[in-house]
């Protein structure tokens, strides 16, 4: 009985019951846990999932561009193939107009066959795989290779060519040596000394003393001094055979050895030796053979 004196009722459960509800309790615990961890789980698969997906979006806008510029790099291939063979038709234009032959080796610009390799296909779909065309373009890029090396070795004997010729052409006699009247030409004549027929070796122009005299080619100074009748003289080495001289001069302005332009002044008209006056006796020699002067006066 209670102080009130009202009856106090006993709740009673029975083992069997608590043991029940401690597993529920517990099973219930556990199925919280893998709710829990399923749901976290999940949650870092779908931020895997965005990530990867990020990525793999990252990586085809990556190849799409590579796509792009191995496009680009068929077109720059493409454009270069056409400047070499635009350069090769020069090179045989200028051979033509200069009379140059071409060496055998240098028949073919783009190796055996000289056949021009077929302009690359570029522009495919960006989706579509691009191995074929990296193939051709490193096939096409050795071609070329090829192609610049023999076109550089083309330039190079046409260079060669026209340097040879350029050095030939300003070591060649082509101007007066002075100015002023010619008085006796190249070949048979009367001696004004004897009144004999005699063979003049070369061209009397006559001038005012001290009028410069200039060298008529390029050429190295290789003697200046007294020749006999000629008074003083100097004379020029040209190379390839041809040697001028210029004789009865006053006084030389060059020393033996000097290198000497087509225009230097050289020396001074004067009437050393034996003269009727104060002129230059101007004469070329070809491999050792006096030669008309004339021939060699192109103004």
Do not use: C
């Not at 789980?41 to 085809?60: A, F, G, M, P, Q």
């Not at 390799?117 to 373009?137: F, G, T, V, Y």
């Not at 390029?218 to 007294?226: A, H, Q």
Request: hydrophobic share 35%; charged share 25%.
């Amino acid at each position: 009985m209670s102080n009130t004196g009202s009856p106090v009722k006993h709740l009673s459960l029975s083992k069997t019951l608590l043991r029940f509800l401690g597993l529920f309790f517990a099973a219930g615990m556990i199925f919280f846990g893998f709710v829990i961890y399923d749901y976290y789980h999940l949650k870092t698969t779908l931020s895997d999932n965005r990530e990867l997906e990020s990525n793999i979006s990252n990586l085809s806008d990556e190849i799409v561009s590579q796509r792009k510029q191995i496009q680009k790099f068929a077109d720059q291939i493409n454009s270069l193939k056409s400047k070499l063979v635009a350069l090769n038709d020069f090179e045989n234009k200028i051979r033509i107009i200069a009379n140059i032959e071409k060496p055998d080796a240098q028949d073919s610009l783009f190796g055996v066959g000289g056949s021009i390799p077929e302009d690359l296909l570029a522009q495919i779909p960006l989706k579509d795989k691009h191995n074929s065309l990296i193939r051709e373009m490193h096939e096409q890029t050795q071609q070329l290779e090829t192609a610049s090396i023999a076109q550089k070795e083309g330039f190079e004997s046409v260079y060669k060519f026209l340097e040879d010729h350029r050095n030939l052409l300003a070591s060649t006699p082509a101007i007066r040596p002075v100015q002023g009247w010619t008085t006796s030409g190249f070949g048979y004549r009367i001696s004004p000394f004897t009144g004999l027929r005699e063979f003049h070796k070369g061209l009397d122009i006559a001038t005012r003393k001290g009028t410069p005299i200039i060298a008529t080619a390029d050429g190295t100074v290789t003697y200046i001094g007294k020749k006999g009748l000629l008074g003083k003289t100097i004379v020029v080495d040209h190379g390839h055979g041809m040697v001028t001289r210029y004789a009865h001069i006053d006084k030389a302005l060059k020393k033996r050895g000097d290198k000497v332009k087509r225009g230097d002044i050289i020396a001074r008209v004067g009437t050393t030796g034996r003269t009727t006056g104060p002129h230059v006796h101007y004469e070329v020699h070809l491999n050792g053979i006096q030669t008309n002067p004339k021939k060699y006066i192109l103004n």
